[in-house]
């Protein structure tokens, strides 16, 4: 299908272009910007007059919860979602059950996501079997099968030699380890940070200290092996402090930080609202201002969803015994647009935390806009707002902090490799 795109504002964060203009789709890719190519009829015109033309959104953190949680939410329901949030690539952790932790694993979940001919699914392999943090998995068969990176989810290795091990490994073959830093013996049995919110509330608490001597080991140990490794969904000053200074000194190192933890500190925490029960947990109004600072200078490389859909049982209960995570994908982009006019962050750059940083932390030839390139797109009203209500979310998950919240952009559009996947006015 030969699409025209006219009078849209298109950003690309990689050119640094920004400018109202045209752009023409052919056979799946971007065939000009500007000019009409000559000969060139097209099937569909889009008005995109007021709206903003961006590439489609790259998602580090998305559960899409199969295999084996089904009843939590289908690959169906979120990659309507995706789609309906702009995220035309996404990261899928391997805590899903089972985990993916063997080839055939990896390889049907791609195939069952192609054939929905809706976003990208890149699968992060699991670092350990069945997540156990004793015996490495087949990295390097998985790689081949198409996982991108390795992680442990959330689950910790408590075990210092599988660590090295497994970055000894993955240094050799050059994969990336994606690691969430949590010291186990630290937090466990925590559910919020270690302040005064916890205490008056009586909520078993997780202090600043479980996340930086984790990091602290991380770091040591990337300078004894070499290894690349994505520290993923930091939450506190002191370790944005710390990969800053690694950064500096020239460690394989990259970040993120999810969108919760960008807008919201333990004082959001309430009367045991279980909404807020997030992981890594809600810290000080502190840490919430040093990861937006972060995010602007580039220390923190992208911006996720971390989205985490949870079933109405699990999470209707108290805030302590209910299940930790957040519905995001719809949000990402939103929530990245408040943050940017809240901080008076420079649109490209706001978009490059969402687009082409995360894809380059994935290592993928995307997250931006060029003549020749695959038409991945978003297009999106900045004006028009919407309240995050259970109706108006498409992710079978309802869970997320913002329930109540007016955003400030709507999503108008997302093509996929030239095809329209989302259009906010079909029924």
């Known amino acids: 299908m030969k699409i025209q795109i006219k009078n849209g504002r298109v950003i690309d964060p990689k ?42 959104l790259v998602d580090l953190a998305a559960r899409l919860r199969e295999p084996g949680f089904e009843y939590r939410a289908t690959l169906e329901s979120e990659m309507n979602a995706a789609c309906a949030g702009g995220v035309t690539s996404l990261a899928c952790p391997p805590d899903t059950d089972p985990p993916l932790d063997e080839p055939g694993l990896v390889e049907m979940l791609k195939f069952r996501a192609q054939n929905l001919n809706q976003a990208r699914v890149y699968p992060i392999g699991a670092l350990t079997q069945k997540l156990e943090g004793l015996r490495l998995t087949e990295m390097a068969e998985l790689r081949d099968a198409g996982c991108v990176g390795f992680s442990q989810a959330d689950a910790a290795i408590t075990d210092t030699q599988v660590l090295v091990r497994a ?22 049995g925590g559910v919020a940070h270690d302040g005064f919110v916890a205490t008056r509330l009586g909520l078993p608490a997780i202090p ?15 300078r004894e092996t070499g290894a690349r490794v994505h520290l993923c969904r930091l ?34 925490i309430g ?18 201002d040093a990861i937006r600072a972060g995010l602007a200078s580039g220390t923190i490389d992208a911006l996720c969803s971390n989205h985490t859909p949870v079933d109405d049982d699990a999470k209707q209960m108290p805030f302590g015994e209910a299940e930790p995570g957040a519905t995001g994908l719809e949000l990402l982009l939103p929530l990245a647009l408040k943050w940017a006019d809240e ?12 687009t082409l940083d995360p894809a380059r932390v994935l290592g993928l030839d995307a997250g931006y806009l060029a003549v020749g390139h695959v038409a991945d797109l978003c297009l999106f009203d900045p004006e028009k707002r919407w309240r995050v209500e ?20 709507t999503v108008v559009y997302t093509l996929i490799e030239g095809q329209i996947v989302f259009d906010a006015a079909a029924p």
């Open 390 to 409: 259970p109706a108006a979310l498409r992710s079978q998950g309802k869970n997320t902090p913002f329930l109540g919240y007016e955003m400030q952009a």
């Open 15 to 56: 050119s640094r272009f920004d400018q109202i203009t045209d752009i023409y789709i052919a056979a799946g890719k971007i065939v000009a910007i500007g000019d009409e190519p000559q000969g060139f009829h097209a099937n569909r015109v889009i008005d995109a007059s007021g709206c903003i033309v961006c590439p489609g």
């Open 208 to 222: 600043h200290s479980a996340e930086t001597i984790a990091v602290a080991t991380i770091l040591l140990l990337v």
């Open 167 to 188: 970055l000894e490994y993955a240094a050799t073959f050059g994969f990336t380890v994606w690691l969430r830093p949590q010291d186990a013996y630290l937090a466990r």
């Open 343 to 354: 901080d008076r962050i420079d649109l490209l750059d706001a978009i490059a935390r969402i």
């Open 235 to 268: 939450s506190s000053a002191q370790a944005i402090d710390m990969v800053r200074q690694a950064k500096v000194d020239g460690l394989g190192i990259s970040c993120d930080v999810s969108i919760n933890h960008l807008h919201l500190s333990e004082m959001d």
């Open 271 to 288: 009367y045991f609202d279980p909404n807020y029960h997030l992981v890594p947990p809600l810290r000080t109004t502190r840490d919430r």
